[in-house]
């Protein structure tokens, strides 16, 4: 199994979320970051337009069978992508173990993404 | 509101006086309820609206509220007073006024007002009723906003209100509330606005969700709220307010005041009771949203009744009032599939008309000894009511449909499905409400 | 508040008349007053409290808060303000008042008070007397919440109200401010609710308290408050409703009225001031939460004192507060290990104590001329007060104590393990508080 | 604020009365229009500058304006009232009162106010004059915070803020409002506190700006606000407030006040439309934070002259307004790159400044008849305005300095940069605003 | 060294950091995320229950040595089950290094959980 | 390419963003967390001073090149360090791929950091 992170504009979610179903992703996980570094995003505040180096984004987190990774991937990049700087980066690692606390299934059973 | 013209006045010598004059009592209470009921708009309804929907729109709601309160107080000072309270020529007279006081002209600052309840003499500044009338004018347009929530474009958004305030508030208030209007004429009573305000707003309300469609991902019932202390705080100013709005519609800091202060009070209370009762009995816990809604819904229903039904009245009143916006709320509306999102139609146009009715049956002579409703033998009232829920509906309705046609083909209504997806604070103000970053 | 209907109150003489009306002037002031102190419990109080607790128990708080307000409201209707001030016969007219005006029958829009304080002709509607006490009502068993926050059960809290305004609140009000109280005719004095609000509601909680037992994972120290900007906001709130409590308690808008507001605001300024120096000395650093507790201990204890003491009694009072109730809270408590989640003895209770007692040494002639404590040379004053805070002590100790016992035994008043775990919002109200799904 | 002890105030006659005496009604009006004031610091200013910083510094924000509203109220008790309000004698009196009321010494409760404007019989307790010009000298240095945000050291702010009201405000107030004041006895006009409190606070915020440093990681632009809503909240209670501040000048509920009423309501408004639009056409999209901060700019330009200035004066001045702060807050201020981190000086002092010298132009004899600017004939107006503007302005940013100075030198004002980046709240008050463990 | 991942229902939160205490865990790290997926939960807004896709859960995060897996996870398990749809999933995947920031510590002593 | 996950005190993460900065790390991700264990932090309520045993803290999550960890996690030590008790971890696992949405680039190619 693989833990696919990806980080992604908040704009995008939904578009995001849709192409994950498309997918049949039936569950993945997020919460909201914040991306630190160079100036980027145009702000207004008061009159003024400027360029804050935070950055609000969105974090999913999705654990999928090894042969699903490629098209859990696409879907991600096809359904994120502006073409602007700052449309977020995806990691994939390895995942050792999975359980479903319900039953306490192990194992990638435990996922629901059926082998494809 | 009952007004009638009669003399005006040069202000002064108070008491034992028989000549219309400015009182520092009355004033002092309209300048009061004056604030309280801008105070409802923002930040009251603004929290109590912005409190229910999701974190990417608060923003806009908010902003909504805030342009307006900005935007109707000027058209009410360059025109809206005019056209409601104002006098025209002829044939029109009874149906809107004309612009002799447009810009306010002609209103020195000691000139007493025209319009009075129980006070013939004892009145308040010309300029203070402008003001506390132009309260009126900014919170019912804002009511409307619960109906589209979450979906609309600001440009047409704030077109819409203000050409909905020139076309139908402005006439539906001429109606009902100037000595020349003919359903005033008739006899129908409004005392605070349950037709004026909110059987007006909320057929606009149940217009306007219709013609502008679900939210994309609307399926028949409310999403949480985003904040529902938000909630909280917003409705118990709006509640706060309201004395504003009921007791300072009698124009004046007496016993009828103090009675339309108790009855909305009691209304309230009542109404926010039964509602968590039928949340406990049929969704099986009490929620805070629901004591809300319901505090809500008692207090625009109490609005047209305020000063015209006593402690009895008023119980019954309530409770039909939260059973009837309940069933509205949880029952009809997600049948009928349409998107009324924060139950502007279900709650506020509801218990207008119901309370605009009720008014017809329970008005009794003990409050104001000329009014009596059909409990009290006086059948006429009752079928003047309807006759004037009836106009009104249908006047809205037909008006608010081209109105909103109108905006629709010009500058547009619908926010597009990405801005919809985003969220209308980022796509249309370009701010986050909360940001985490330090 | 001292009242007396047929003894005159001293001063003020009203514009030419000697006969009892309804004068605008204090019947605007009156109106606002009462709004005023609604606002103290929605949302003051309820965003006071709802602040200082956990994220998973605000809903929980803040529901209380509005059900107390609408309930209580609708008991007052029913038989509260006549059970308070109306009047039985025989030997019970010195306890308890009877069931004549329950629902208010018999009062009618434009009869005036039968109740003043210092101006005896110039007066206030009755309807509005009646609404103005109502809010009293509703705060007192409100302010008990803070004792058993975050672990009581929804039903039991509602039931264990209801009956503690019937048997506690009730009674006690009418022995100290109806006009046949047997305090009050001995002489005590409670000018805007030190006894009957706050020592009567800081007992209940002491034992309210004590019989819940503590928060499971309550470790003799507060929990990091979920929201200090809304323990301030009620904070503010509460001290702007104050004015309405403590000057509207003059019932009329005059020299008296605006000593109260002086004093008032004086001795809010002063404890918090106190407290936050308290705060630096031993706590090392000046809190917000500090600063408005010792805001909400200041106007706690100024209240029964708000119309009896000058400038010098209220720096003294003002003091005194924040230094014994910082006491209380920070090393008391502690030490003695009971749960009372937020202060609402140690604030309340020891503050309305405080300044009840305190009344009987400071009150000044220069203010009310009819009242003097023992430092004007009138010792009386103080063991007659001293007297009444400890028959209301024990009176509202021991009903209490009867009352929680009953609502335990039929409906249960603990919240079980799982509730308090997972928190009152979800189990008891299925709501989240903040929903960050968009 | 103008007031005459011996001249009268035209219109009129009270009560078949024409002996100065408490009148009840505008005793109601002023009571209320003190706790409106009340609330404009806090929560209103307190959520308006909470909302606008980052979530680390909110509570020392929130605990600047709390202190600043318990500080300044004991030090106008003990001596500012009567430093500001009271006589002194020989060379002296034009500058600065005596110590003869110093804690109120002398005040009894039913005097009447020495000072009135348009009703010179039926005036309020002298009590609640000390009460309601307390309001304003606590609001006055709590508009500077919004200057040295982020930032500064909570113990020299304290010292600051004590300093800067015995040494800048009560002489200043005393100058424009007293009635031996030199700039009054000049002829120049301030009605709510244009010169007094918005130039005088503006400039001293400029110049501690500016001696204080920029914030280390500000990069001339402003930082996104951690909480908008709140921003709304203390918006929309400021505007509420706001009314209490300029209506209340009038010190009765009559005409005036009714006039002053109107035109800060809709200077507000028409502020904010024009800064919304600034907004949309220069910045591309219509702001929250910017309709709010128009508002305000609106309310701050009109105070001084909302007693003087009709409906198309106000139009004029509050366009003008939004014109001129938006300048200064978007173009201005980061092209000279000093970080006046909420726009203290950009919004008030300036607003201030520009409805001071407005006042001049546009009084209108409709208004007061004894007051006409340059636009109605009477140019010595303008130019006694712009030197009380100018006087002020030197006096306070002279005495800012040299104070600004002392406290450095002593106790220190600016945070360390551990502080600054941790954050005030953690570092000064050991509490996290919001606080997410359950 | 392993990293636990565990999304649990926020309702059972006090329950497994008890059992974790109980199984010798003195720190563990969490942040609140939501669920993306089917419909799942039982809500209640004006009258009205209904099914929401999005779940809020908590997400809790444990380093821990290889050989204290287990015992974690099957405590994890025991205090969050309910047994209803929903009660969550445990990922389990390696660490190569870990640091005590205090000390500059590497590698497993900087774990608090001792060998067992 | 490993990810790099640091706990660190809220009060230290401008020194520890300059650090990291400093040490050309271009971008990375941080939100807040809780952590749950024994007594640890004084905190003032109502005058009272009291151990508290949630301490909040931040995450922050940075993908890097393999040769680029060791500067990395010395960034961050030397920046967070306090040396009391409660100064945080870093854990540091293997990512085995990484995409920059924007372009789709794949690889260490899809970081900003470059070889050193
Ligand atoms: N190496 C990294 N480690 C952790 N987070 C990263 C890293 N690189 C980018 N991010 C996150 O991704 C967000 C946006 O991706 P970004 O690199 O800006 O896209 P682009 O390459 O198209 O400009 C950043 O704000 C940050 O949160
Ligand atoms: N493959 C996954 N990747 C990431 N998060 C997941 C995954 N599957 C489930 N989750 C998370 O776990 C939560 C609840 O687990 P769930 O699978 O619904 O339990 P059950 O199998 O008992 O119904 C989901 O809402 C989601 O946040
Ligand atoms: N094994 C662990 N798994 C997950 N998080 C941990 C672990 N150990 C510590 N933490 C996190 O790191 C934070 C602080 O580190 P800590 O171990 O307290 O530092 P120190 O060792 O210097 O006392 C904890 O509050 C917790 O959030």
Redesign the interface.
Known sequence: ???IE???R??K???V?DAL?AADI?????????????EKE?????????E?S?I??R?L?I?VRDQNVVRT?NA??AA???????????????????????T?EKGPE?LYLNDV | MILSVMTAGAQGTAVASTVPHIDFGNTAWMLVATALVMLMTIPGLALFYGGLVRRKNVLNILMQCLIATSVISIEWVVCGYSMTFGSSKGILAPFIGGFDWAFLKGIKINDVSPYFISQPTARIPHLLYVMYQCMFAVITPALIIGAFAERIKFKGYLLFIILWSLFVYNPVAHWMWSSDGWLLKMGAVDFAGGIVVHVNAGIAALITAVMLGKRKDYRNHAIPPHNIPFVVIGTALLWFGWFGFNAGSALAADGLSANAFLVTHLAAATAAFTWVMLDWIIGKKPTVVGICTGAVAGLATITPAAGFVDVAGTLFISVASSLVCFFMVAIVKPRLGYDDSLDAFGVHGIGGLLGSLATGLLATPVIQAAYSGAFYGNHKLFWTQLFAVFVTVVYSGVITFVLFKIVEKTVGVRANTKQEAMGLDETMHSENAYTDID
Do not use: C, N, P
């Open positions: 199994m693989k833990k990806a980080i992604i908040r704009s979610f939904e578009e979320k179903h039936e569950w993945f996980s997020y919460w909201d970051i914040t991306g630190a570094g160079k145009g702000l207004m505040v008061r009159g003024q337009v400027f804050s935070y609000q984004r974090m987190s654990v991937v991600i990049i994120a992508r502006t073409g602007e700087m700052g449309d977020g980066k995806i990691f994939v690692s390895s995942v050792e173990e999975s359980y479903r606390i319900r306490g435990s």
